[in-house]
């Protein structure tokens, strides 16, 4: 029976064979029985997987397929459903004479006989060449994902550490700080005690001044004691010089303590900026390490098994 095609408003037959041959010169065909034994194969289908097309009349459907999918349950339901009468189609993975895999875009497609299941034609397209690049690809890019989970786990692993560092010299500058204020106090506290030595020097200078000039007018009974209080006022002095310089030291050491105050504060800041800065280098790391997780689930997903 001939098959008929309209184009342009004109009518044009043509045979089955030529249709047929059409087909077989552009796609790799072979056709199996309900058991999945080979009944015919074109000079395509067998080129594609290394037999010549007499070697594969006779063998069971099972030769070129990897032997885990032969063997699985997937396998069984398959052909269930192609004797069943449902067509299957999926980019599958068979192998050659020389034990090589190659790709095959195929559509497993049951004949009808009399409303029955007769036979199973399955149309191929070699799909290696471009699988193959993918593969490549995909092997690339989960090289890449790997490489990029390390560097971000190496680097969380690091900010952690700095984290944890940080986190030390918190404590010490809050430590340093604390002192800082305890020395300030006693800084206070030594103020007050000079201050107290100062005022105290000045009232004895005054005292042993009175006791000299009441000791001018005592004349020559009063010399013993003008002595003494000279000896007073010359000690007084001392304490005053004494009591001046300790001054001018606490001062010094007074302005050092403010200075290492406002450094501790600064201290402080830029710690707790650090903190925050590494905090988030940490979470961006966390991103990434993320990002390569699902890349590489991706570069997995397109590595099929059959």
């Known amino acids: 029976m001939a098959d008929t095609f309209k184009h342009a408003g004109s009518t044009q037959v043509l045979e089955p064979g030529a249709v047929l041959a059409a087909l077989e010169q552009s796609l790799a065909m072979i056709e199996f029985d309900l058991q999945g034994t080979v009944l015919w194969a074109n000079e395509k289908f067998a080129s594609a997987i290394g037999y010549r097309t007499d070697e594969l009349r006779g063998m069971s459907h099972k030769k070129f ?8 349950r997937e396998y069984a339901e398959m052909w269930n459903q192609l004797r069943g009468g449902k067509r299957y189609q999926e980019k599958i993975k068979r192998v050659t004479k020389d034990g090589r895999m190659i790709w095959l875009e195929a559509s497993y ?39 990029l989970r390390a560097r971000a786990e190496e680097g969380m692993t690091r900010g952690r550490d700095m984290v944890s560092a940080v986190e030390r010299i918190a404590a010490e500058s809050e430590d340093n700080a604390q002192l800082v204020q305890s020395l300030q106090k006693q800084a206070s506290s030594i103020r007050s005690i000079v201050q107290t030595i100062r005022d105290f020097a000045a009232q004895t200078n005054m005292l042993a001044l009175n006791a000299a000039i009441e000791a001018a007018h005592a004349g020559e009974y009063g010399r013993g004691f003008a002595i003494v209080a000279g000896e007073v ?20 050491i007074s302005d050092h ?8 504060r600064r201290t402080e800041e830029a710690v707790a900026e650090s903190q925050t800065r590494i905090k988030q280098a940490i979470g961006d790391f ?15 997903s397109f590595v099929k098994t059959r």
Request: proline residues 1%; glycine residues 6%.
């Open 65 to 72: 397929v990897a032997r885990e999918f032969a063997e699985s």
């Open 109 to 147: 497609m049951p004949v009808m006989q009399e409303g029955k299941v007769k036979a199973i034609l399955k149309v191929a397209t070699d799909i290696s060449t471009r699988e193959n690049k993918t593969t490549g690809e995909t092997s690339q890019l989960r090289h890449l994902s790997e490489m």
């Open 233 to 252: 006022r010359s000690l007084a002095k001392q304490v005053q010089d004494a009591a001046q310089e300790v001054h001018q030291n606490v001062e010094e």
């Open 257 to 264: 303590v403010v200075k290492i105050g406002a450094g501790s």
């Open 286 to 300: 966390e991103s990434i390490l993320e990002a390569a997780r699902n890349l590489d689930d991706q570069g997995r």
